[in-house]
C-alpha cells in the first residue's frame, strides 16, 4: 500500500509540474487538427488549387530554431511565458496534399516503421502537391506548391494578387518595405517577390518571400533570421554531441557482438531458456507491427502491401535482436545473479499475477515517477536559465491512434533500452567483479555520455544524469529487469504527454489517458 500511495503522490506532483513546464497553455490552443485541417483546405483552394486530392496527411511540428535564437538574443533571459503568446510559433501545425497517394521513402525515428508520412517524406517534388504550414491559431506560416511539371500551351507573365495570402498570414502589407528575394524555392516561378518588417506583436525582424507562375502563386513563406537553409545547412552538431554519439554506436556495436558471441556458446553449451527468448522476441515483433498498424499512412494500392512487408521485416529483426541479447545474457544472470531475473522469467511464462512481478512493477513505476520529477525539476531549472521549454511528443495531439502509437513506441525502445543497461552492467560486473563497483562505472559512464550530448551546462545536466543512472543501477542490482523496464515506460509515457489545466481542451483525452494508464497500471500490480 505504501508503494501505491507513493506511485499515486509522485504522479500528482508530476502533473503539478509538468504543468509549470509546459509549454501547450501558454500557447492557447483552442484549434484542433480536424479545425486546421479545414483552415488549410479554404486556403488552398482560395488560391485557385481547386481540385480534390488523391490523398492528404498533416501534423505537428516545432521550431526548435527559433528557440535557440531567442535563447541567445534575449537579454538578460527570454521570457518563455510571454513569448509562447505572441507570433513567431514555436508550435506549427503542417498540411500537406497530393493528386497521388503518399508512400513515404524514409524511416521517421529509430523504430524503424515504414509508411510514416512526415512533412518531408515524401518528398515534395510531384506536380499539384501543396504544403501549408499554419500556427496554433490557424494564420498561414507557409503555403507551397508544386506547378505542372509540362506545359502544353506557353503563358507570359501575369500579375499576381498577393493580399489572400497576406489576409490568411495576418499581416498588413502596408507595414512591410519591399526587398530583393533571396530564398528560393522548390518550384519555378516567373515572378518573385520579398518584403521585409517584424512579425505580428513582436519586435522579432521577418522576411516575407513569395513566388508565383503564370499568377497563381506557388511559394508564401514568413522567415526569421533563425530559419536554416536546410538543403544546403552543413551539420551544426557540437564535438561533445559527436563524441557522445560516437561512444554509443560503439557500445551498440559492443553490445550487440557480445551477444551474438555469447548466445552462440550459451546455445553450444546447451544452457539457453530457448522459450523465453522465443516469447520475449514474439513480444516486440507483435508491439512492432502494432506500431506499423497505429503510426503508418495508409493507401489503396500495393505500396500498403510493400509497407507491410518491411514492417514485418523491421519487426522480426528487433524481435530477433531483443531474443538474442536475452540468450546471450540469460544463462550468466541465472548462474550469477538469480535475483535480477526472477520476475522477468515469470512475466515471460504469462504468470502476470504473479506477487513478485506486482511488486518490481510497482517499484518500477514508483522509479519512473521520481525520475520523470527529477527530470522536470532538470527542465524547469534549464527553462529558469533561459533554454528552450520542452515540448514532448506531438504526436499525442493528433488524436487516438496517434496517441496509442506513441505509447506504443515507448515499448519496444524501453525493452532495448533496459537489456542494453543490464547486460552492460553485467558485462561490467564480470570485469570488476563487484557488481556496486560495476553498477559506479555503468552510471560514470552514462551519465557522462549524456552530460556530453546536452551540449552546454555539462555540470548541472551531469548531476541530474548521475541521480537518474544511479536509480537505475540500483534498480537493476537489487530489482532487476522488470522494474527497470516498468520505470522506463512510465517515465518516457509522462514526460512526452500533453500537460494542460483547461479540461475542455481538445487534447485533455490524451493527458488523462497517459496519467490514468500509469495509475491504473499501478493498480493492476498492487
Known amino acids: 500500500m505504501p508503494c501505491l500511495a507513493v506511485l499515486l503522490l509522485g504522479l500528482i506532483v508530476s502533473y503539478c509540474f509538468g504543468v ?28 485557385g488549387y481547386t481540385a480534390p486530392p488523391a490523398d492528404t496527411a498533416y501534423g505537428f511540428n516545432d521550431d526548435y530554431q527559433y528557440g535557440q535564437y531567442a535563447m ?79 506545359e502544353d500551351k506557353a503563358e507570359g507573365v501575369k500579375p499576381v494578387d498577393w493580399s489572400p495570402l497576406f489576409a490568411a498570414a495576418g499581416l498588413d502589407l502596408k507595414a512591410l518595405k519591399p526587398a530583393e528575394p533571396i530564398w528560393n524555392s522548390v518550384s519555378s516561378s516567373d515572378t518573385r517577390v520579398a518584403w521585409t518588417g517584424t512579425w ?10 513569395a513566388a508565383a507562375l503564370h499568377g497563381k502563386p506557388v511559394l508564401f513563406s514568413l522567415y526569421g533570421p533563425w530559419m536554416p537553409a536546410w538543403r544546403q545547412n552543413p551539420d551544426q552538431s557540437t564535438s561533445g554531441q559527436r563524441a557522445a ?9 559492443t553490445v550487440m557482438l557480445g551477444a551474438v558471441v ?45 509497407s507491410m512487408v518491411i ?49 518490481d512493477v510497482l517499484f518500477g513505476l514508483v522509479l519512473g515517477s521520481v525520475w520523470v520529477i527529477v527530470i522536470q525539476v532538470f527542465i524547469g531549472y534549464l527553462i529558469h536559465i533561459g533554454d528552450v521549454p520542452h515540448i514532448g511528443n506531438m504526436d499525442f495531439l493528433l488524436g487516438v491512434r496517434q496517441t496509442l502509437g506513441a505509447g506504443l513506441l515507448l515499448v519496444p525502445s524501453d ?12 558485462l561490467l560486473r564480470l570485469v570488476l567483479r563487484n557488481e556496486w563497483l560495476a553498477a559506479a562505472a555503468f552510471v560514470a559512464l552514462f551519465s557522462t555520455m549524456q552530460a556530453l550530448r546536452e551540449g552546454g551546462h555539462f555540470w548541472v545536466a551531469l548531476l541530474a544524469f548521475v541521480i537518474i543512472y544511479s536509480l537505475a543501477a540500483i534498480a537493476l542490482v537489487r530489482f532487476g529487469l522488470v522494474s527497470l523496464a516498468a520505470a522506463a515506460f512510465v517515465t ?17 483525452g490524451s493527458t488523462i489517458f497517459v496519467y490514468a494508464s500509469a495509475a491504473a497500471l499501478g493498480l493492476f500490480a498492487f
Open 492 to 508: 518516457d509515457f509522462v514526460l512526452n504527454a500533453p500537460m494542460t489545466t483547461n479540461f475542455s481542451n481538445w487534447f485533455i
Open 200 to 209: 505580428p506583436d513582436s519586435s522579432r525582424p521577418l522576411r516575407v518571400e
Open 415 to 426: 525493452i532495448q533500452t533496459t537489456l542494453l543497461f543490464f547486460f552492460l552492467i553485467f
Open 72 to 150: 541567445q538574443n534575449d537579454k538578460p533571459l527570454p521570457n518563455w511565458d510571454d513569448l509562447l503568446k505572441k507570433s513567431p510559433p514555436m508550435l506549427r501545425y503542417w498540411y500537406r496534399s497530393s493528386p497521388q497517394p503518399m508512400v513515404a521513402a524514409g524511416y521517421k525515428d529509430s523504430s524503424l516503421t515504414p509508411g510514416i508520412v512526415t512533412e518531408n517524406d515524401p518528398p515534395f517534388t510531384t506536380s499539384d502537391m501543396v504544403f501549408v504550414l499554419l500556427d496554433p491559431q490557424g494564420r498561414l506560416i507557409s503555403f507551397q506548391a508544386i506547378p505542372p511539371e509540362r
Open 311 to 359: 514492417a514485418m521485416s523491421t519487426a522480426l529483426y528487433w524481435g530477433v535482436i531483443a531474443a538474442l541479447v536475452y540468450l546471450a545474457l540469460e544463462p550468466y544472470v541465472r548462474r550469477r545473479w538469480p535475483h535480477s531475473m526472477i520476475s522477468w522469467s515469470r512475466l515471460l511464462l504469462g504468470r502476470w499475477r504473479d506477487p513478485l512481478v506486482g511488486r
Open 245 to 253: 554519439g560516437m561512444i554509443l554506436v560503439a557500445i551498440a556495436c
Open 20 to 47: 509549470r513546464i509546459g509549454i501547450y497553455d501558454k500557447m492557447r490552443l483552442e484549434q484542433s487538427p480536424e479545425v486546421l485541417t479545414h483552415r488549410a483546405q479554404e486556403i488552398v483552394a482560395s488560391l
Open 262 to 306: 555469447f548466445a552462440y556458446r550459451n546455445y553450444q553449451a546447451g544452457r539457453t531458456d530457448s522459450q523465453g527468448a522465443f516469447r520475449l522476441g514474439l513480444f516486440v515483433f507483435v508491439v512492432q507491427m502494432a506500431l506499423w498498424i497505429f503510426r503508418a499512412h495508409f493507401v489503396v494500392g500495393i505500396s500498403t502491401f510493400t
